[in-house]
């Protein structure tokens, strides 16, 4: 309890902020550990959040804003930037108090941390069938080239990259940024916890490095989204990919700093665990892409 | 000790002790018979109790029952004898005053 009090003193700014409404005070005063003291069970009954409804009306005006923007109508762009505002803003606040929740308040007992845990495999394993989508959409139209496109693959008169070039440069890069982030995993194990921020930072170093590469490669692309079935099956899967690898990046940035900050320990490092699941998914995928898109639909 | 507050810090704590923090366990004992009959602990007056039979041959579906103070339930399955002893503050474990019977109704 001396170090909890420790906690609270030092970030003073979370804890009058944190939690929220009428009853907050039970995160402020003595009254906090009356509760807590006698709470038998090991969940964490959560506060009402305004966040479940402010993301859904942001993913509202998304969609709504989305369709009217591409179909021309007035203020169909306004709509549409609202609504992704209100999301990541949603995502930021949400997050925020989520990390509230767990670093500052200690409401993520063992029993509670198999929830986020659950909840991300189930995550990547949906991401893994959003992707096997577009990797079947490439192969439906390369295996049986329809007449359409000149009954072969790449479609007649559609340049394509060299596989050899910045592709197998890149394809390395994210399985070595992999092995860093198990670096890190391994540090945060040993609590040696400036290695583990060295790690992170050279994990997301090569992030970036692939990510760089990729711009490149698409600005140097000799076929855009619009190159019939070969740019749509190339970009879509391509892109994804990279849009992945970006947010992966973000996630592993979140995770630095908190190592940075100590958020992270031996015993409790969901977040970190949860991006390292994501950033191994995110390196694995980058090989199908390579082997079937690059090398096998690109000579 | 790691950074921690709270509960996480306070099931850690306990942890390092050899001791559990929170109350999660299912209770088991051996079968229940009315010369000795399975004691239930709880904090409340009455305690929704699930019995599992007895072992191997004996073991039948839960059958789960609320078990009360005072009031000793026989599993109609088994025969299996359970008392319920109050270790906590007692009264309704609901919490919502003493209306054992109105609750019923609704």
């Given at each position: 309890m001396s170090l909890a009090c420790q906690i609270e003193g030092k970030f003073p700014f979370f804890t009058t902020l944190g939690g929220g409404g009428l009853k907050g005070g039970l995160h402020t005063t003595g009254a906090k550990w009356f509760m807590i003291e006698s709470q038998r069970h090991s969940y964490h009954l959560v506060d009402p959040s305004p966040w479940p409804i402010s993301g859904s009306l942001g993913a509202l005006a998304t969609t709504v804003g989305g369709v009217m923007y591409m179909h021309s109508f007035q203020g169909g762009a306004t709509l549409l930037s609202l609504g992704l505002i209100f999301i990541l803003y949603t995502m930021l606040v949400w997050w925020r108090d989520v990390l509230r929740e767990s670093t500052l308040e200690g409401h993520h007992t063992k029993a509670v941390q198999l929830g986020p845990r659950y909840g991300s495999i189930l995550f990547i394993v949906s991401e893994v069938m959003f992707l096997f989508a577009f990797f079947w959409a490439s192969s439906h139209s390369s295996l049986a080239p329809t007449v359409e496109i000149g009954g072969i693959w790449p479609p007649k008169g559609i340049g394509v990259l060299d596989p050899w070039e910045i592709p197998f440069l890149n394809t390395p890069i994210l399985p070595s940024s992999g092995a860093a982030v198990t670096w890190a995993h391994h540090a945060i194990l040993a609590k040696k916890e400036k290695r583990a921020v060295l790690a992170l930072v050279a994990t997301v170093s090569l992030a970036l490095v692939s990510t760089g590469f990729q711009g490149m490669e698409y600005y140097q692309a000799p076929s855009n989204i619009s190159d019939s079935i070969y740019g749509s099956t190339f970009f879509l899967a391509t892109g994804f990919h990279g849009f992945h690898v970006i947010i992966g990046t973000l996630f592993l940035i979140i995770c630095g700093i908190r190592q940075y900050l100590g958020h992270l320990t031996k015993e409790h490092h969901v977040g970190f665990e949860a991006a390292a699941w994501y950033w191994h998914f995110v390196d694995v995928v980058r090989l199908f892409p390579f082997v079937s898109i690059y090398w096998w639909g690109g000579i | 000790m790691p950074i921690a507050t709270g509960l996480e810090r306070e099931e850690l704590e306990a942890e390092l002790e050899g001791?559990?923090?929170?109350?999660?366990d299912a209770p088991v004992g051996p079968f229940g018979t009315k010369e000795a009959p399975a004691v239930i602990q709880s904090y409340y007056d009455k305690r929704i109790v699930g019995c599992p039979g007895g072992e191997g041959e004996d073991e039948h579906d839960v059958v789960w029952f609320w078990l009360e103070k005072g009031k000793p339930h026989e599993c109609p399955v088994c025969s299996q004898y359970f008392v319920l002893e109050v270790?906590?503050?007692?009264?309704?474990?609901?919490?919502?005053?003493?209306d054992d019977d109105d609750d019923e109704d609704h």
């Open positions: - | 001791k559990k923090r929170f109350d999660m270790i906590g503050e007692g009264g309704p474990p609901d919490g919502h005053g003493h």
